[in-house]
């Protein structure tokens, strides 16, 4: 399908332009003249909890808005304005002056679909045809059905796999084809869902087209969609006046991350922006909005940027996204994928017959993607993927690998122990808290010790550097200005921990460590424990791990008959005294690699925390991530993991363990 449509375009004569409009229809979606609501499929928002998932499916900014307009919103809200309706010159003003235009040629729009359909609405007359291209925005043919009219959509010239080009020959005929029949054009650059933009010469050798047509007959509006245009491709928004009938439709949703509000707008010749204000409904642009899109305008520090340009903060979140988005296109290439156009917030990939199982992997580990597969012919076996930040783009990056990719060829597996094979949220981290607290109030920071929670340990973990428990404590007191002798650290926290030690949950059981032993993968153990305790662990009648003969545990007064048979033998324990250098430093792996009698390439190591993957990655061995007891998936910990250099982050041990044997 894709084969003939491209032959139709390289055509040059009259006739092999004609041809190409008759193939092109043959893929069409040509909706009937009387569109009944009972046949409309509608644009269907699944309910979620925003507070559990990563969205990358709608293509807003996973990042939040930022504090400045957050602040802004703030301000709005007071009980005159929630009571009043509000006038919307000001913002109109700067967002003529955004897009270098004036004023009257602006229109507010409640979010840029309200202001695609009022075109429609206005100019697309009952009967008359809207040529448009797909794949495309859903929405056109939606509203032109609504009005009693079909849609030509002419299909895009699929270059390469999720490689999408503009069909100009095809669309030039169309024109000519369609004669008086024709009621509008519109075209989507950046276009959604292929992500590639409509070159600037394309789009007006199409407004050009329409110029010479407007000789003998009415007029037909040039709509342009250029929603994503901050991200790629080339505006034609100079061009308003000059071209009769051009408009050009933008948002704040996507770029200003501002999908909350509803914002867009309208460019277009000022006379016919002021016929389609009497079309609009009055009021339409709620007090919020315009608050936070006047502010949106401006910089951080509320200076004016020049015309045409874009507010600091703006080009600076733009430029991000575009780092990003290089990121993820570079990580889907190295998995084998085939990545499409670089020009929005989005990726469309071709995963082939993967498109059902991979999006359904990532909603079970709480990303959200758009399978477009079945939206269009052309579309099949197609994935989109929206744009995060460098963490979420890391840890996309390893859902779709554990999804997609087998592991490499192993013949050994490393694991950390805390957080990883037990759960210390009642031992180590309790230890942490209750001595960093009780070291406070001794040095009459009472209510600083008050403020020592779980979520404080975790947070200082999380940065990385504090694998050892003393020096996370000995850390969080000098942020204080607490400066005991480690002595009394150490002496502090171990008598605690001594009270704890034994409850500490095993979170995997001996049938989880059947494949890697059907495998013959060796195994051992790295861990910044000191040796005796994680020794003591691995001797308890619930461990599903033992000791071999070269880690006799007998010195250390409880020896191999207190293991409950049958369990899993441990060729190598690296405890803390051990290591030379501690984690995130990779000289216990290394240690621990070289007596399993393996190359750190052919090892994996399973933790929990940034240091387990930094480590990991130093040593060269497989980083495997996993949620420690308590994470979530949209804490913030799989990114952390994955920016740390984990390949694969898993809900827990037992699916770790899984995948590595898969």
């Known amino acids: ?347 469309l990939v071709d995963v082939g017959a993967r498109h059902a199982t991979l999006t359904a992997a990532l909603r079970k580990d709480g990303i959200w993607i758009r399978d477009r597969d079945g939206r269009h012919p052309l579309l099949a076996g197609c994935v989109r993927i929206g744009v995060g930040d460098r963490g979420q783009v890391a840890r996309t990056l390893c859902a779709i690998r554990r999804a997609i990719a087998a592991p490499q060829t192993l013949r050994a597996v490393v694991f950390d122990m805390d957080g990883t094979l037990v759960d210390v949220r009642g031992s180590c981290l309790w230890a942490i808290a209750e001595t960093v607290r009780a070291l406070l109030r001794e040095a009459g920071r009472h209510d600083d010790a008050a403020a020592i929670d779980a979520a404080a340990v975790d947070a200082w973990k999380a940065q990385g550097g504090l694998n050892n428990d003393w020096d996370c404590e000995r850390a969080m007191l000098a942020s204080f200005g607490v400066t005991p002798p480690q002595d009394a650290i150490v002496a502090r926290h171990q008598a605690l921990y001594a009270e704890a030690i034994d409850g500490e949950p095993w979170l995997l059981d001996r049938g989880d460590l059947d494949g890697v032993v059907a495998a013959g993968l060796s195994l051992g153990l790295c861990t910044g424990r000191p040796r005796a305790e994680a020794l003591y662990t691995l001797a308890r009648a619930d461990s599903p791990l033992r000791i071999d003969g070269k880690n006799d545990v007998a010195g250390y007064g409880y020896g191999n008959d207190r293991y409950a048979e049958p369990c899993v033998s441990l060729g190598v324990v690296v405890g803390l005294e051990d290591m030379t250098r501690q984690k995130p430093a990779p000289d216990g792996l290394l240690q621990a690699c070289a007596a399993l009698g393996v190359a750190p390439s052919a090892a994996a190591y399973v933790g929990d925390s940034v240091d387990d993957m930094r480590a990991a990655v130093g040593a060269g061995c497989l980083a495997v991530g996993v949620l420690a007891p308590g994470a979530a998936w949209n804490d913030g910990t799989a990114e952390r993991l994955a920016l740390a250099g984990a390949s694969v982050v898993c809900r827990d041990i037992k699916e770790a363990l899984q995948w590595l044997v898969t």
């Open 1 to 347: 399908m894709a084969s003939s449509a491209s032959s139709a375009s390289s055509a040059s004569s009259a006739s092999s332009a004609s041809q190409a409009v008759h193939t092109a229809t043959a893929l069409s979606r040509l909706l009937p003249t009387a569109l009944r609501l009972d046949d409309v499929g509608g644009y269907g928002v699944d309910a979620f909890d925003r507070t559990q998932i990563l969205r990358l499916d709608v293509n807003e900014d996973p990042r939040g808005a930022p504090a400045h307009l957050l602040e802004a919103a703030r301000q709005s809200l007071t009980a005159h304005g929630l009571a009043t309706y509000p006038p919307p010159q000001a913002l109109q003003a700067a967002l003529a002056h955004l897009s270098g235009r004036a004023p009257e040629e602006v229109l507010l729009c409640n979010g840029g679909d309200q202001g695609l359909e009022l075109l429609l609405r206005a100019y697309l007359q009952p009967g008359a045809t809207l040529l448009t291209h797909a794949p495309g925005f859903d929405m056109f043919p939606l509203w032109a059905g609504l009005r009693g009219c079909p849609t030509l959509a002419l299909p895009l010239r699929l270059s390469a796999p999720a490689r999408f080009e503009f069909d100009l020959v095809a669309f030039l005929a169309a024109i000519d084809d369609l004669g008086p029949a024709l009621g509008a054009v519109a075209l989507v650059t950046p276009n959604n869902p292929t992500g590639h933009a409509i070159s600037r010469a394309d789009v007006l050798a199409v407004a050009e087209r329409l110029q010479e047509r407007a000789c003998t007959l009415p007029p037909v509006p040039l709509v342009v969609d250029e929603t994503y245009i901050d991200f790629g491709g080339e505006t034609v928004a100079d061009l308003i006046g000059t071209l009769s009938f051009l408009f050009v439709q933008r948002s704040l949703s996507k770029s200003a991350a501002l999908a909350g509000v509803r914002l867009g707008y309208v460019l277009g010749p000022a006379a016919e922006i002021a016929r389609l204000l009497r079309a609009a409904e009055p009021f339409r642009i709620n007090r919020l909005a315009l608050a936070v899109g006047l502010r949106a305008c401006f910089d951080v520090d509320g200076g004016r940027p020049p015309p045409a340009t874009l507010p600091d903060w703006w080009r600076a979140r733009v430029g991000e996204t575009l780092e990003c988005r290089d990121l993820l296109a570079a990580g889907l290439r190295a998995l084998g994928l085939a990545v499409g156009a670089e020009d929005s917030n989005f990726l």
